[in-house]
């Protein structure tokens, strides 16, 4: 069996050339984690949106990275294939560069680490009050994982 991605911008967002690669990226990343016949969703937006979300389902009045909304449940598509859907992620484009500087990385490695978070929430991982900081090695299984799944992807390309 395989995977499904399905990926979108918010309504009035110019479409990204690179979503393509997006999807492609995910799969392969689902494929090294051991998922089999999961679907996600990936919504890529603005600060606005993504406060928005980020204060209706958490509380939290602020501009976020990225949030993700577990599902678990399970459906048949139109044509008899079983799926479990896992959820959406939903991830900042205007926050994405000010990431990308603040870890002195490039926008494609932060864009591949964004979607790995996002990706490992939706698997039911947490890394409770453990954030990945610039400089310091994570500690919890959830990051250390996502480290592993960065590091197994690293020569992947997604903006170019």
Known sequence: MANRVLI????????????????????????????DGEELSVMFCSDTLIRQ?????????????VLSFEDGTAYTDEDGQ??????????????????????????????????VHGLLHLNGLDHGDEHVEKGKEPVCPMLRKQGE????????????
């Open 53 to 65: 979300l980020n204060r209706d389902y958490r509380n939290i009045d602020e501009e976020t990275d």
């Open 149 to 160: 799944l960065l590091e197994a992807l690293g020569e992947e390309r997604i903006l170019g």
């Open 8 to 35: 979108s911008v918010e309504e009035g967002m110019a479409e990204p050339g690179w979503l393509g690669r997006a999807e492609s990226f995910l799969l392969k990343a689902m494929g090294l984690a051991g998922y």
């Open 82 to 115: 079983e799926w479990k859907a896992m959820g959406d992620i939903a991830i900042s484009l205007e926050t994405l560069p000010r990431n990308a500087a603040y870890f002195e990385v490039g926008e494609d490695e932060e864009l591949k680490r964004l979607l």
